[in-house]
């Protein structure tokens, strides 16, 4: 059984990636940081089947005693600040983690076992102001946010230690992709989740920033499985993984509030302040390579991955209204 290591274990990628790899046999380990309060909500369901080895990006030691633990044929670097907002308020802190960070691993690989396969989670955000569309392997780099500036030194510094070690280090460059278990920061879980609340009645209003902006968007799901069959290439290289398809934030919001049978025009307000300093206006994807070279193909259209969304945040918010509900009823029977 092969062994493979997963940092960001606890994201949105890295818990479908930990159950995709289960799924093929492997031993799976976790990177988790030391930390006060522990959020495993994403992998709770995993508990027992996955091993978690604790190291951070930010120190190379540990990450070398990870390594060590774990003997991993694959290491998937999915550890990111990966919320563009936050990396304009925080960026260097963004620079260290998905920068530097990505260096270190490489380094920990080079010291410990060059035979390692790594996967370097690079970004479409790296394009920014686009130079060509749709964006491709050769399209240049033009980041508009400090996370796409440290995602291209992450990419750029995977292709060094391929060409210059030998080390099988490949870059996913993942356009925009989604889930039930994507961050409420992101704008697409932002918006099912307001949704779902105001259908329950416990919102009137989602205020959202530039409607107008436009993405490629695909299901996490269907991307985690690109990233194991880079490493399985014969020859390491970097793959953008796309649908090809491009909607916008307003296309969103209006699959997601028909899905709950409401009209998104009367619950949606604009706020000025949720617009980013540098936007970025349009990404969209050619996966032609991945598709030739790899065999992937997405599965999940855009329509069925936001209302897949939609419902599981409605199934959550009547949960927990349930859940309230109950423990309300059991506090007045107790205070008779």
């Excluded at 930990?18 to 990177?31: C, I, Q, S, T, W």
């Excluded at 260097?92 to 490489?106: N, P, Q, S």
């Excluded at 460059?173 to 609340?197: C, M, Q, W, Y």
């Excluded at 934030?249 to 699959?255: F, M, S, T």
Aim: glycine share 8%.
């Amino acid at each position: 059984m092969p062994n493979a290591l997963i940092t960001g274990v606890t994201g949105q990628d890295g818990s479908y990636l930990a159950e995709f790899l289960l799924d093929k046999g492997y031993n799976v380990y976790g990177v988790v940081r030391r930390a006060s309060t522990e959020n495993f909500e994403r992998i709770e369901h995993l508990k027992g089947r996955i091993s978690l080895v604790q190291a951070d990006l930010l120190d190379q030691l540990s990450i070398i005693s990870a390594l060590e633990e774990a003997q991993p044929d694959e290491v998937y670097n999915l550890a990111a600040q990966s919320f563009v907002p936050t990396s304009w308020a925080q960026p260097v802190l963004t620079g260290e983690f998905d920068a530097l960070g990505v260096t270190k691993i490489l380094e920990a690989i080079r010291q410990v076992n060059k035979s390692i396969k790594f996967y370097q989670a690079s970004s479409s955000e790296m394009f920014g102001k686009v130079r060509q569309t749709p964006q491709d392997e050769n399209t240049p780099f033009y980041p508009r946010s400090p996370y796409g500036v440290a995602k291209v030194y992450g990419h750029w510094i995977t292709v060094n230690y391929r060409e210059s070690y030998g080390i099988f280090a490949c870059s996913g460059i993942l356009f925009n992709h989604e889930s039930p278990r994507r961050g409420k920061e992101f704008v697409s879980r932002k918006i099912t989740d307001g949704v779902a609340r105001i259908k329950e009645g416990l919102l009137d209003k989602l205020h959202l920033g530039n409607m107008a902006a436009q993405r490629d968007w695909g299901y996490a799901g269907d991307y985690v499985k690109a990233m194991w069959l880079m490493l399985q290439a014969r020859e390491p290289s970097n793959f953008v993984i796309a649908t090809g398809r491009m909607h916008s934030v307003e296309d969103l919001a209006r699959i997601a509030f028909s899905r709950a049978g409401l009209d998104w025009k009367d619950h949606v307000e604009i706020d000025p302040k949720l617009v980013r300093p540098a936007e970025v206006d349009t990404l969209l994807g050619n996966a032609a390579r991945a598709k030739a070279e790899l065999g992937w193909e997405p599965e999940t259209s855009f329509e069925d991955m936001i209302s897949m969304m939609v419902d599981a945040d409605l199934e959550r918010v009547r949960r927990a209204q349930r859940m309230q509900n109950s423990a309300r009823g059991h506090a007045e029977g107790v205070g008779t």
